[in-house]
């Protein structure tokens, strides 16, 4: 059984590719928040330099699985080396390897549900929408338009299946959308503290 984590100041900050996230995370860090790197990204960087095949485009069930693996060992650093204070952005969370897993219509295994529904972060999930004027590919990020598109609609559907709430990043620039993201978690204390009461109130009557 794993024992469940409650961290609502673990903030995650996700969407399809190309959709400003990395920009955004980079403003975060410059007003001294810090930032959880994503998986994804070093993951393929060092399976390229490697000639690995944990790739997207060559094995996809085993970069899934050594994506989830290490955004797991990640959330665990974090959660027991940083301040339970101060709110810490996640570049993606574990469950986007779920999302990612029904895209490619990949098993998500029993292991994989049950640390989506033990390990939380902050219900509010920050969720940036496509935006085709920005959008751009390269040697990390291979996927046209229309698979961005349906990755952030399945992305918005996983968040959702596991309780979370997402909260879409407005259109505008870099530091407007630090401002709303850093302005929401601001206002909405209180209410984050209501509802993982009530969420563990109720995972424990279920069982």
């Known amino acids: 059984m794993i024992k469940l984590k409650e961290n ?67 959330f665990e650093e974090i959660d027991k080396n940083t301040n339970k204070e101060k709110p810490i952005f996640f570049d993606r969370g574990f469950l986007d390897t779920i999302c990612y897993a029904e895209l490619i219509e990949s098993e998500i295994t029993e292991r994989m549900k049950s640390y989506a529904e033990s390990w939380r972060y902050n219900k509010s999930i920050f969720m940036l929408p496509p935006w085709q004027e920005i959008y751009e590919t390269d040697n990390e990020r291979k996927q046209d338009w229309k698979e961005a598109i349906l990755t952030f609609e399945q992305m918005c559907k996983t968040y959702k299946s596991y309780g979370y709430d997402i909260v879409e990043i407005p259109k505008k620039s870099v530091c407007e959308r630090a ?13 984050f503290k209501l509802f993982w009461f009530e969420f563990f109130q109720g995972h424990y009557h279920e069982r």
């Open 8 to 74: 609502n100041n673990f903030y995650v900050i996700t969407g399809g590719p190309g959709v400003g996230k990395t920009t955004l995370l980079a403003e975060l860090k410059s007003r001294n928040y810090e930032i959880v790197p994503e998986i994804a990204r070093e993951l393929i960087r060092e399976q390229q330099k490697d000639n690995g095949k944990a790739l997207p485009w060559e094995n996809k069930n085993f970069y899934k699985e050594m994506m989830f693996d290490r955004s797991i060992i990640s």
């Open 179 to 191: 401002d709303f993201v850093l302005e929401f978690i601001e206002k909405n204390k209180n209410s």
